[in-house]
């Protein structure tokens, strides 16, 4: 299997897009083995840590009767909602006090998918002297992918971690996938480097 001991390298960043427990099974929005990707990030956040690397952790945060939600004209069940037990990131990843922290989808007015959307975060990469971004996360076929296109359309390199994200569907996340791709990003599986081109 592959080290992210072996991959982070100055000028990286690692970028954990909503590991909240409401995206989790068991939690108001939630996906497939969502929360089976915890273990793989909890090992490169230790490399991270280790090689100095810095860490941010975006969140979904959204009012009360987000206009996301189903009945407020959006098609999501309420999910994420500031301050509840469901909001918190996944209990088992154990985030370092000097994580960066995101929070998006605050907007009454709109959704914020993308972690870079009105937050500041491209900003804050450039201050850190990250260039490359390593992305995991839920869900691959929303917030992941906007996030990495959002990130290449800014400039940023970047590397999705495979087995580190889980789509809302299979089909959204093959779409996704190629998506990503021809935005210029790099698709990472720990068991094969890089996924194979199709
Ligand atoms: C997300 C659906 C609704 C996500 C957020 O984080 O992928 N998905 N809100
Ligand atoms: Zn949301």
Redesign the pocket.
Known sequence: MRDPNDLLEEGDGLLL??VQKD?CPGGA?PIEEGDEIVPVLSKWIKAAQAKRIPIYASR?WHPLQHM?FEGHGGK?PP?CIQDTDGAAFHPELKLPDNTVKITK?VRFDQDQ?SAFDQTGLAEQLTRDNVKRLWVGG??LD??VLTTVLDARRLGFEVHVILEATRPVTPEGGEEAIQKMREAGATIVSESLQQMPKR
């Open positions: 897009v909503d995206f929005l979904d996301s999501w999910h989808g998918n839920l869900a929303v917030c």
